[in-house]
């Protein structure tokens, strides 16, 4: 399987899109059918993408700001950090109410998504993790004030 480090962005109209590479065997998973037939709350929205041979999974980013981009040039405030936690506490719900264990969840700031108009939090949720060795995935602290 690729590294998650080395995601591609895309843009095909009005439209950009994250692509991770994912394995073959997933593709038939309940947690990549979950994501990909639902419309989950908080998680960025997913298809299945086949180019080149390789399998995709393609995560609707459009009008939407990463994290890291959102703060590159300032420090995370308070507020900032209140709707921080909020967001993700929505996200766990929202994977509660679907059966998807956290681990599927890639917690770096430069995969979690601010809606540029609703402010709202999006995370993406990426089934491979599942299946990968248990790796420290969570760096957001690092932008606290």
Do not use: W
């Not at 180019?51 to 900032?80: G, H, I, P, W």
């Not at 921080?84 to 681990?103: N, V």
Request: hydrophobic share 35%; proline share 3%.
């Amino acid at each position: 399987m690729e590294n998650i480090e080395n995601a591609i962005i895309k843009n095909e109209f009005d439209h950009s899109y994250m692509l991770l590479m994912t394995d073959r065997q997933i593709e038939t998973s309940y947690p990549l059918r979950m994501i990909t037939q639902n419309r989950i709350p908080g998680f960025l929205a997913c298809k299945i993408r086949l180019e080149e041979e390789n399998v995709y999974c393609s995560y609707d980013v459009t009008s939407k700001k990463s994290l890291d981009r959102e703060f590159a040039n300032r420090k995370m405030t308070f507020q900032d950090l209140q709707e921080f936690l909020y967001g993700i506490s929505r996200i766990m719900k929202s994977a509660d109410e679907f059966l998807l264990p956290y681990e599927g969840f890639f917690l770096k700031p430069q995969y979690i998504y601010r809606d540029l108009e609703t402010e709202e939090l999006y995370c993406m949720y990426f089934p491979a993790l599942l299946y990968q060795n248990n790796q420290d995935n969570v760096s957001v602290g690092k932008y606290r004030e």
